[in-house]
């Protein structure tokens, strides 16, 4: 039974289907429900942006090593209640958004010291007693924390006791987003370390300012209520009058007001606590938060600040109402760019931010309240999950977030009913909300709800002419030999971003001669065929190239680039090699978390030429994607052998069977991927499926011939 399977499906499926659902725990956040903000990837770009919201981890750095257990870890901020709400407190495993620096976790703006010298905004202050910890989990943590590009705060020098707080040290503390008291045995012996957590309470005020707390060697009953030796250094203080009461008073307050959130508690682990491990865990917390608040845009958009302008001034940036703006154009128009931008510069104010992105592509199916459940995963930051319909969502939504003050981005809406299950009323978010919602229909951004809507036209010729240039000269203008070229070139692109940027990079270190040779084939396509000036791109793509830019347009968007090397690679090929062509000529961006994106249009091309070739006929299709037509495929028998890759979603609420034959038949099937839970997939064969991982294994055992375990 085993060799007849194996014969029929050919054994590099089973691998096909390890690697996606392990390539899916890593890396893909296109799925409802996942407490990430960046999620889609389809990003109308005026010059090539690329969406990254991913929490898919941070690079090893160099910490104490070991295996490790679960280091206690949530955290909240300054104030005592460790319900939901931001501002009392952060939900266990998941600290609260911060306004992060676009891209990430990188401290890119600059101040200048009193001495001259430029130093970054700093994002995490590190307080802590120097001798009990610095040679340490600070040092651990400082190190880390610089790695990853994330500006970091922490004094080398000795402190001594009685110095006025320096501006320098209060600077630090006022910019960051993050702020981590290190609570250690003899941290409130220090002066300086109670007058830092005294001015960290009174930061939390601002909002996306939060605590962290680590309890190190010390219980955070010690640090809450003074007791043991936070209580011999408190009557030291007294003793020796080293300040007045009151102010001592400010210090055992804040340490009470600190002591209350829930922060990591590696003090009960006692000697056993693992550094290393926990280092790790912080360190992925930390850079994930950071950047979440704002999206990455390209550097070679043209032309976006009168938009961007005209439409802040439509949301209203002093205004404390309630705001739903609406901005339409045609597709590769730039509308996600502009939006993103918008986005960011909102975001620092905005303690709640949630970016639901390809509304029109993830609606699809039960999209809807995987959208949902996103939106409210992201505000309330812990996961959301116990949703069964859409009408359900729409009440948690209308309860749940009805008092947070939330920047949402809903970015290419297709359907208005889109907008009512996710913020139909203005009244389901809290006062001072700002929505920003980006369609190809103005239709349907003409309702009741939405203030106003802005119209984003193409590029005027200079603008054009610039964005070709960038692409296709890697400057801001055309060389002087190549000015008529140019100018047809943006003829033919209309004013529209995408296509001057892809046609631009295909003419990239091209000969006039080529210039001439494609320019003409782009002037014979009508000029409303968008989409067939596109596909010129592709045809001058290998064959190689081109499965692999329909893998990527029907399966692969917001995939780890490493691993699709890996699932590509084969002897005497060098998929590296080939995605980095796709990549210069625009066809993919590989964004900052080393994911692959495609535009949407660029996206329905590649989908469109695949039902094309099969005439339509889904059992000749080599991709199906699909997942409803995917399993309308299992069920039939004959026929299929043409199917290369298949997607099947799993829905745990309904039961799924397949037939031997029904596999049998897809002899060409190169991988499965499936999303979702095994536990309602049955077959009435048995199945050999090789390291598959415990939690997608069929519950019902007899369906299992054998089970090679993770490696």
Not at 122 to 138: H, K, M, N
Not at 169 to 189: C, D, E
Request: aromatic share 8%; glycine share 8%; hydrophobic share 35%.
């Amino acid at each position: 039974m085993i060799s007849e399977l194996f014969s029929s499906l050919a054994a590099p499926v089973f691998a096909a289907v390890l690697f996606l659902f392990f390539l899916k725990s890593r890396s893909r956040e296109i799925n409802g429900g996942e407490a990430s903000s960046n999620a889609a990837r389809n990003d109308g770009t005026a010059g090539g942006a690329s969406s990254t919201h991913s929490s898919t981890g941070v690079p090893e750095t160099a910490t104490s090593a070991g295996p490790a257990k679960d280091a206690a870890a949530t955290d909240g901020t300054a104030g005592g209640d460790s319900g939901a709400h931001s501002s009392t407190g952060v939900p266990e495993n998941e600290m609260a958004t911060t306004s992060g620096t676009a891209g990430g976790a990188s401290g890119t703006h600059t101040s200048t010291e009193g001495d001259g010298t430029a130093t970054c905004e700093y994002e995490v202050f590190l307080s802590f007693r120097g001798p009990d910890t610095r040679a340490g989990i600070t040092n651990y943590l400082y190190t880390g924390l610089t790695d990853l590009g994330i500006c970091t705060f922490k004094d080398d020098e000795d402190l001594r006791e009685g110095e006025e707080f320096a501006p320098k040290l209060l600077r630090a503390i006022m910019q960051s987003k993050i702020l981590v008291p290190i609570f250690s045995k003899n941290y409130a012996s220090s002066v300086w370390c109670l007058k830092e957590a005294a001015q960290m309470v009174e930061c939390t005020k601002i909002e996306g300012r939060k605590i962290v707390p680590i309890f190190y060697d010390v219980a955070p009953v010690e640090v809450r209520y003074q007791t043991g030796g936070y209580k011999e250094a408190f009557l030291l203080h007294e003793k020796k009058k080293r300040r007045d009461e009151k102010t001592i008073g400010e210090w055992k307050a804040a340490l009470s007001a600190v002591g209350e959130i829930k922060g990591w508690d590696l003090h009960k682990e006692g000697e056993n606590r693992r550094e290393g491990e926990f280092v790790k865990k912080f360190l992925r917390r930390v850079f994930n938060e950071l950047k979440k608040a704002s999206l990455v845009v390209s550097d070679n958009f043209v032309g976006v600040d009168k938009h961007v302008d005209a439409i802040m001034e439509k949301i209203g940036t002093k205004t404390s109402e309630t705001r739903i703006i609406g901005i339409h154009g045609m597709g590769g128009i730039g509308k996600t760019t502009i939006a993103k931008v918008i986005y960011n510069k909102f975001s620092h104010d905005f303690e709640n931010c949630c970016f639901l992105g390809d509304v029109r592509e993830r609606s699809k199916g039960n999209g809807i309240q995987c959208l949902q459940k996103q939106l409210i995963s992201n505000i309330l930051k812990r996961e959301c999950t116990d949703i069964n319909d859409i009408h359900e969502g729409i009440q948690t939504i209308k309860v749940m977030l009805s008092n947070k003050r939330v920047l949402l981005l809903l970015d290419d809406v297709e359907e208005a009913n889109h907008i009512d299950a996710l913020v139909c009323k203005r009244d389901w978010l809290g006062k001072g909300s700002k929505i920003i919602i980006t369609s190809r229909r103005i239709d349907v951004l003409k309702v009741p709800e939405v203030d106003d809507c802005y119209e984003l036209t193409g590029m005027n010729r200079d603008q054009s002419l610039q964005l070709l240039s960038k692409h296709a000269f890697r400057r801001d203008s055309p060389s002087d030999e190549y000015i008529n070229q140019s100018n047809r070139a943006i003829d033919i692109a209309g004013g529209l971003p995408l296509a001057l940027e892809v046609i631009g990079s295909l003419l990239y270190c091209t000969k006039k001669e080529m210039w001439e040779a494609t320019l003409k084939m782009l002037e014979s396509v009508p000029h409303d065929k968008i989409q067939s000036k596109l596909k010129i791109s592709y045809d001058a793509l290998n064959l190689r190239q081109q499965h692999m830019f329909l893998d990527i347009a029907c399966f692969f968007i917001g995939y780890d680039k490493d691993i699709l090397v890996l699932f590509w690679d084969e002897p005497n090929f060098y998929p590296e090699v080939a995605m980095e062509d796709l990549h210069n000529k625009s066809l993919i961006k590989i964004n900052e978390d080393n994911e692959v994106w495609m535009h949407d249009l660029l996206r329905d091309l590649g989908r469109e030429m695949v039902r094309e070739k099969s005439c339509m006929n889904i059992e000749k299709q080599s991709r199906v994607w699909d997942h409803k037509q995917g399993f309308d495929l299992l069920r039939k028998h004959k026929g299929k052998k043409e199917v290369e890759a298949l997607h099947l979603k799993l829905d745990h609420q309904q039961q799924y069977w397949f037939t031997y034959e029904g596999l049998e038949s897809l002899s060409g099937l190169r991988f499965l991927d499936v999303e979702g839970s095994m536990e309602n997939f049955h077959a009435e064969e048995r199945l050999c499926w090789h390291d598959s991982p415990s939690n997608v294994l069929p519950t019902n055992e007899n369906s299992i011939i054998g089970r090679d375990g993770p490696t």
